[in-house]
């Protein structure tokens, strides 16, 4: 089936082509990257080029507990959400200097996304 028509010159796209952003982060893995200066995030990895990323739906990882390292936190999640610190989630996110990229269980993806927003 053709995904695009084009009418008096003007190109359209069918709805049915395109894909919301959650339907888009759905099939990219979940991940905690650690970076030099910018912190640790959790995300959907949507793109890597040596030491840049680009995250969506991505999460600072601002404090935790209930892990006793992001490694941990990756496989296992939190086992003390309320006293992790974890703002909202933002669309995207670009991070450069990558010094570490955690692959994360669904488990711990689960865990992650499901603590409170933090804010202030």
Do not use: P
């Given at each position: 089936m053709k995904e695009?028509?084009?009418?008096?010159?003007?190109?359209?796209v069918l709805k049915s082509s395109l894909k919301t952003t959650r339907e888009?982060?759905?099939n990219k893995k979940y991940v905690i990257a650690r970076?030099?200066?910018a912190g640790v995030f959790a995300g959907?990895?949507?793109k890597r080029v040596g030491k840049e990323i680009v995250?969506?739906?991505a999460r600072?990882?601002?404090y935790w507990d209930g892990a006793a390292t992001l490694s941990q936190l990756?496989?296992?999640g939190t086992s003390k959400p309320e006293n992790c610190k974890f703002p909202l989630p933002v669309d995207e996110v670009i991070l450069t200097e990558l010094i570490e990229l955690l692959p994360c269980t669904k488990k711990a993806e689960n865990?992650?996304?499901s603590v409170k927003v933090w804010s202030k």
């Open positions: 695009n028509i084009e009418i008096d010159g003007k190109e359209y888009s982060v759905a970076t030099y200066s959907h990895l949507k995250l969506q739906d600072r990882i601002f990756a496989m296992e865990s992650i996304k």
